[in-house]
């Protein structure tokens, strides 16, 4: 049933907008995806949706409104929620998300890095963290929700 659930949230519609700057002439290309999920069916407040441009995408529900993140930690590319109870990111009371495996902390907003730097990866004798390399924030996506149906659409 998953596999066949993934295979439907990967044919919804998208539709693309074009958003012209007036102070410049660069152009920013973004489409509407209509996930097919709505609040309810995130389970334990989550759900990783499949796009095929970006990729997994991690929906996040704090405190009553939906976020999208993307479910690659910048740090090594690990999934931010993975498939065991291992691997799944927990939100912070400060509105970040926390990777389970090097526990650096993403604000679910802008993307940001928050706090230490891969709090988890040990610290070695004089060279220190050389595998948490710098801070880089993470990727994140608009959110509305269909008044309609109540599905979450996401700008990408």
């Known amino acids: 049933m998953f596999a066949a659930t993934q295979q ?3 044919l919804r519609k998208t539709t693309s ?10 152009k920013v290309h973004m489409r509407a995806v209509k996930t097919g999920v709505k609040k309810s069916d995130l389970k334990d407040g989550k759900f990783v949706y499949e796009d095929d441009a970006k990729g997994r995408i991690l929906l ?3 405190m009553g409104d939906v976020y ?7 740090h090594l590319g690990l999934p931010l929620q993975g498939k065991t109870p291992l691997l799944s990111a927990t939100c912070s009371k400060r ?62």
């Open 8 to 10: 439907t949230l990967a």
């Open 17 to 26: 907008t074009t958003t012209t700057s007036r102070s410049s002439s660069l």
């Open 60 to 62: 996040q529900e704090f």
């Open 68 to 74: 999208a993140i993307n479910n690659k930690c910048p």
């Open 95 to 156: 509105g970040g998300v926390v990777c389970p495996v090097h526990g650096s902390e993403f604000d679910l907003k802008t993307g940001e890095a928050l706090g230490e730097w891969c709090p988890k990866v040990p610290t070695l004798p004089i060279v220190g963290k050389p595998m948490a390399g710098e801070p880089k924030n993470a990727e994140v996506y608009p959110v509305t929700i269909d008044e309609s149906t109540g599905e979450i659409v996401l700008e990408l």
